[in-house]
Nanobody, 122 residues
Framework: QVQLVESGGGSVQAGGSLRLTCTAS???????LGWFRQAPGKEREGVAL???????TYADSVKGRFTISKDNARNTLYLQMNSLQPEDTAMYYC?????????????????WGQGTQVTVSS
């Protein structure tokens, strides 16, 4: 059973930085991981994904500010978030998919963490 546990959320002022961590267990090397977020009253959306070859892909809203990376030895996924803005405020989720690597469709991700809250004040 795949389990994903996020950490690293918090409250920061606009322009600040946070690094989110997702620790995976019961994980298969051919799974692909990604970060999604959900703001109050909005649908869950993709933020940054790793494709089949481990290449990163980003939502337009975070390009140049967020960086996704993975430590294979530790089965850990990271999201470095810089230049945070109030519109980045959301619950951030780590997700895993076996067959749809790089897909932005949240319905293709069968495994989810519990989420970690990020709040950015102006």
């Amino acid at each position: 059973q795949v389990q994903l546990v996020e950490s690293g959320g918090g409250s920061v002022q606009a322009g600040g930085s946070l690094r989110l961590t997702c620790t995976a267990s019961g994980y298969y090397v051919n799974f692909c991981l990604g970060w999604f977020r959900q703001a109050p009253g909005k649908e869950r959306e993709g933020v940054a994904l790793l494709t089949n070859g481990g290449n990163p892909t980003y939502a337009d809203s975070v390009k140049g500010r967020f960086t996704i990376s993975k430590d294979n030895a530790r089965n850990t996924l990271y999201l470095q978030m810089n230049s945070l803005q109030p519109e980045d405020t959301a619950m951030y989720y780590c997700a895993a998919t076996r067959f749809y690597c790089g897909s932005w469709n949240r319905n293709y991700y069968g495994y989810w963490g519990q989420g970690t809250q990020v709040t950015v004040s102006s």
